[in-house]
């Protein structure tokens, strides 16, 4: 599995660390409450299919958003998580 | 139809047109008292007990392949009861002590072996974190004897001993672990069930779980509508899709976990041996493959295939602790979809919905729970009450704080 990375370009998955499923993103206010925190820990929506991820590449150390699917395990794209933010 | 030595040499007298199929295959009803979705190890032997335990009898099982398609057939078939924390040592002494008397209980030969299992260390301070667990699991009344270097040498003397990373400190017997035949394990339980009465329905897929004020009243299903008092959902590796079904959100990730096994060879490897420090562990089946695994593939997946990164570990982990392994050539490999929850330990619990039960998350440890698991939720659903030895299997215990990790990696789905 190659993840292409939008700085050093399609590198091996061995180079990646994976972090969760995208929503992982949205975190909670400081005071939110406890179950706003649990959710974002524990619970996964854990989806069969293609699905948006963070993946962190350990070599430069970026964050990524990476599009792939669960089933196949193809990857469809990756962009820089702060890029992700940006475009909403 | 029981059997017996003694039914196997009549049947062979009169040309074995005795025999009968295991269990039976009747059409769904339209409800029953108890639906439980999946017919892996889990769920059939849910069923049984229910029926065996608690005298009920409406209950169906729904499965949406053929009975132990799933993960009961894609294991590397250890049964153990060696761990640590309270919460998962009595559920699995429990477990071992069901398994010894399966046999005669199901009255079905699931070749359960108890050939012994070792996992070695390979430093001081791993030997007194051995030493703790056999401690613990000799207070829990079950067996374990610390080995040195030389016990280990007298059971296991094909190990590179002098291994520059990992040299062979010594090992932890537990002489009442082993194996046994997956299929034969689900094969029994379906035949068991049946045999009282329990519905066992293929090819009916659950498409959609019925709820109406808070309480579940009953399946869709590729066969039809069947209505229900109450339903379990055992889908482990498929969880988090059947439980949305009812708009539930599970803590639990899921993960592919390798296995491999050699082509048939002379009898080699007498135990299960563990390397925990390569996490890899290994015994030789029935038929004389050596059956390996490792580690998870540690990014989510639902493909029952693994990556080559991992079989490239789990073949590296082989030949550093016992170098012989390379004269061996694997014949194949096959991944599972395991249910990996965030402290590594599994749920049977209730839902926030009633009447609907959940069984999920046994993470890569699955195939030596059956008989407890099953035993465990059909408590919880005949009385109400979490049989004692599943109590702390709690579906909230993450958002309260009493985790059980066994290993000690933190609560996080992807490192145990």
Not at chain 2, 300 to 317: C, D, F, I, K, T
Request: charged residues 20%.
């Amino acid at each position: 599995m190659l993840i292409p990375c939008p700085l050093c370009g399609p590198r091996d998955r061995r180079e990646f660390h994976p972090r969760g499923g995208a929503e992982y993103l949205d975190r909670p206010d400081a005071d939110a409450p406890a179950q706003a925190w649990d959710a974002l820990l524990h619970l996964r929506t854990n989806p069969a299919g293609r699905t948006q991820e963070v993946w962190q590449h350990e070599c430069c150390g970026a964050w990524l958003e990476v599009d792939r699917c669960t089933v196949t395990h193809r990857v469809f794209g990756a962009r820089l998580v702060s890029e992700a933010r940006d475009a909403g | 139809m029981r059997y017996s030595g003694l039914r196997v040499l009549a049947e062979g007298l009169r040309g074995n047109r005795g025999w009968r199929p295991a269990w039976d295959r009747p059409d769904p009803q339209d409800a029953y008292d108890i639906v439980i979705i999946g017919g892996g190890g889990h769920g059939l032997s849910t069923a049984y007990y229910l029926a065996r335990n608690h005298g009920l009898r409406n209950i169906a099982v729904l499965e949406k392949g053929y009975l132990g398609s799933g993960n009961i057939g894609r294991n590397t078939t250890i049964v153990r009861a060696n761990y640590l924390l309270p919460g998962n040592s009595e559920f699995y002494s429990h477990s071992l002590r069901l398994w010894e008397g399966l046999e005669a209980d199901l009255n079905y030969n699931v070749m359960h072996s108890q050939r012994g299992l070792i996992n070695l260390f390979h430093s001081d301070g791993q030997r007194d974190a051995f030493a703790r667990r056999g401690n613990a699991m000799i207070n829990q009344g079950d067996d374990a004897i610390l080995l040195d270097r030389d016990g280990v040498r007298d059971h296991l003397p094909y190990l590179d001993f002098d291994n520059i990373r990992f040299p062979v400190y010594g090992g932890l017997l537990h002489p009442r672990g082993g194996t046994a035949r997956h299929d034969a394990v689900a094969w029994g339980y379906a035949r068991a069930a049946s045999r009282l009465g329990v519905h066992l329905i293929e090819n009916c897929e659950v498409t959609g779980i019925d709820v109406a004020g808070g309480r579940v009243t009953g399946v869709q299903t590729s066969r039809g509508a069947i209505r229900a008092k109450k339903v379990a959902m055992v889908v482990a590796g498929r969880s988090s899709q059947v439980a949305a079904m009812a708009d539930l959100t599970l803590p639990i990730e899921s993960h592919v976990l390798q296995a491999f096994v050699t082509e048939g060879l002379k009898p080699c490897i007498d135990h299960v041996v563990s390397f925990g420090m390569g996490h890899f562990y290994i015994s030789q089946s029935d038929k004389g493959g050596l059956v390996f695994g490792g580690d998870i593939d540690f990014y989510p997946s639902y493909a029952a295939r693994g990556g080559l990164h991992m079989a490239e570990h789990v073949m590296e982990a082989a030949m550093t602790l016992m170098p012989m392994i390379g004269r061996a050539r694997v014949l194949r490999s096959w991944g599972g979809i395991m249910d990996m929850s965030p402290d590594g330990s599994p749920i049977i619990d209730r839902t926030p919905v009633d009447g609907l039960y959940v069984n999920c998350g046994w993470n890569y440890g699955g195939f030596k729970a059956v008989p407890a698991s099953g035993w465990c939720l059909a408590h919880l659903m005949a009385t109400e009450e979490s049989h004692e030895v599943a109590r702390r299997y709690r579906l909230d215990r993450f958002a309260t704080g009493h985790l059980l990790d066994e290993e000690g990696t933190g609560s996080q789905h992807n490192l145990h």
